[in-house]
């Protein structure tokens, strides 16, 4: 990636996360291509995106494709669920020339997690969220920079994106180097006036957001509850505090530093306010849960080191129990 031309960046997955970042880089000029689909892709050749932020509502117009057909790319943004990323990635290929970078921007222990790791176990798939193995063979690791999004979205409808907080995202190097296209890739995404921030140990980020997720999400699947209910009803705080504690150890474990405490998470986590977590959110709208990501990976690397995580696995047995059998509260009425 160089600072001299536009870059050319690819939106992969056109949903909340995805078509805020693109609606941002689009509105500012860069050179934007979006790989969507279905109705997503229907609405975005008819109307551009429509993205209401802290600044209003605009409506940006994007190329957009069901193909990769826009040539190699400078950048390319994996927007997906990442239950949806083996099915994705290998489609990117074409994008994807000697300098391209991808930044996944996907909730939960990336499969890429130990590449360009010096730990113990350097070089070793996440079992998770690559059981087959084909993100790592897709793409081979010097094509990542890791990201952290700190944006909260959603996507009302197809083409339609809200996200009114802050947008922030933080990108490290998989190695930890603060390299030149780190600093160019920031740059970049600071132009469409998304806060992006470089990182010379991107995994610690990497935690953090990991146990905001896995003690809130599945939960807010089981109980439904927002963040604010989560974080402040007793009830409800108690598993948060007590799953936080069982992967902050397995954090730990990895080398990770993990700068905030349960207790100011849960002061930082009441403020979001009434916010329906992603994984609420896909559970109302009957789609698949996140929680191979977010969940079953973050089990895979306690047993690596013989963690007990009782609290955490029954929450996650539970959400994915709910997953499979949604409550219907029709069907519930009908029956009596
Ligand atoms: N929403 C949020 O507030 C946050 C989300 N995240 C994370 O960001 C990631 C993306 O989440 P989010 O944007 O919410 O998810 P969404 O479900 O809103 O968007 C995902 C998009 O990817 C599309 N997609 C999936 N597979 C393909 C494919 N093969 N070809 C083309 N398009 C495809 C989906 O299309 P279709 O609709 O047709 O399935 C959908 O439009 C997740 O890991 C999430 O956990 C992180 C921080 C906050
Ligand atoms: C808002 C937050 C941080 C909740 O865990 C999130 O990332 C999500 O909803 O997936």
Partial sequence: MTSDRSPRICIA????????????????????????????????????????????????????????????????????????????????????????????????????????????????PVHAVDPDGILAATLPGRHVIGCVVFITAESPQPGHVIARNPHLIMFGEPDHRVSDRLRTLCATIERGGIEARPLDRIRDKLWTKIIANISTNPLSVISGATLEELYTRPELKETVVAIMREVLLVAASYGARVEIDPLTFVELGAAMGPVRTSMLQDYERRRPLELAAIGDAVLELAQRFDIPMPVTRKVIDLARFRGTHPHDPQAVAASA
């Avoid at 934007?32 to 605009?58: K, M, N, Q, Y």
Wanted: hydrophobic residues 45%; charged residues 20%; glycine residues 12%.
């Fill in 13 to 124: 997955g056109a949903g909340a996360i995805g078509g805020t970042i693109a609606a941002r880089l689009a509105k500012a000029g860069l050179d934007v291509s979006v790989l969507a689909r279905g109705a997503t892709l229907e609405a975005l050749r008819r109307d551009g995106i429509t993205l209401t932020d802290l600044e209003g509502t605009h409506q940006v117009p994007v190329r957009a494709s069901d193909q990769a057909d826009f040539g190699v790319q400078d950048v390319i943004f994996v927007c997906a669920k990442a239950q949806d990323l083996p099915a994705m990635m290998p489609k990117l290929t074409p994008l994807i020339g000697e300098h391209t970078i991808v930044v996944p921007a996907v909730n939960g222990v990336p499969w890429w997690y130990f590449h360009g790791d010096s730990g113990r176990f350097a070089g070793e």
